[in-house]
């Protein structure tokens, strides 16, 4: 009998594993964005996987557990996407249309998980505070500063940059977070990406005549 060499074996475990543990947390990410933490079980989600619930629970022993690995897949993918903000060497006008892009591209391309994430927030992020606080808030502070260095070289004008940064989130971030009321004042079934595009050129537009560099935020 052929015995498969070792590592092709650890190789082909590590990949069925992802292969479950990407099912699972599909399934969770649905569940939390509808349902919230609270109204979430493990039961439900691992029948959602097609799985046991001791199975699902080999991967993630408890529901905090695939919460908090939600939550951090979540927070890795947009914090990659904000990175760019922080190369203060970049043109402000191009960096600020890349920022509002890859915001608003987020909010498209994963809009449950968007809202899981708000509404851990808007509950006072009792299970993901201190996340917040280690990974956020220095990434923050890293784009303030790049703004500040703008200013101070007369690339822009001077703004409030906290605030700005702010603003971006809540208007890029409510095209996840609140799209069934905008659904529902567009009269249609879901958000088309006619509509990604006119947001895109409204906020950039807002955003670059705050600093400054775009006289007309409204273009006809």
């Not at 088309?192 to 409204?218: H, K, W, Y």
Request: proline share 5%.
């Amino acid at each position: 009998m052929t015995v498969a060499p070792v590592k092709h074996r650890v190789s082909h475990r590590i990949s069925h594993r992802d292969r479950v543990e990407a099912t699972i947390l599909g399934e969770a990410v649905r569940q939390f964005a509808e349902c919230g933490y609270e109204g979430t079980s493990i039961a439900t989600v691992a029948e959602r996987a097609g799985l046991s619930k001791q199975n699902l629970m080999y991967y993630f022993p408890t529901k905090q557990a695939l919460y908090q690995r939600v939550l951090d897949n979540v927070l890795d993918d947009w914090l990659a996407r904000m990175a760019s903000l922080a190369d203060p060497g970049k043109d402000p006008g191009d960096v600020l249309r890349a920022y509002v892009r890859a915001k608003l591209t987020f909010s498209r391309e994963q809009p449950l998980a968007s809202r899981v994430y708000a509404m851990e927030v808007i509950g006072g992020a009792k299970l993901y505070a201190d996340q917040i606080r280690r990974r956020v808030i220095p990434l923050l502070r890293a784009d303030i500063a790049v703004f500040e260095r703008w200013i101070a070289e007369g690339k822009i004008a001077p703004v409030n940059a906290t605030h700005l940064l702010f603003a971006v989130w809540a208007m890029t971030q409510s095209y996840a977070d609140f799209a069934a009321q905008m659904t529902l004042v567009l009269d249609r079934e879901q958000l088309e990406p006619s509509d990604f595009d006119d947001a895109e050129r409204l906020i950039t537009g807002m955003v670059l005549a705050a600093v400054g560099l775009q006289e007309n935020p409204c273009p006809p």
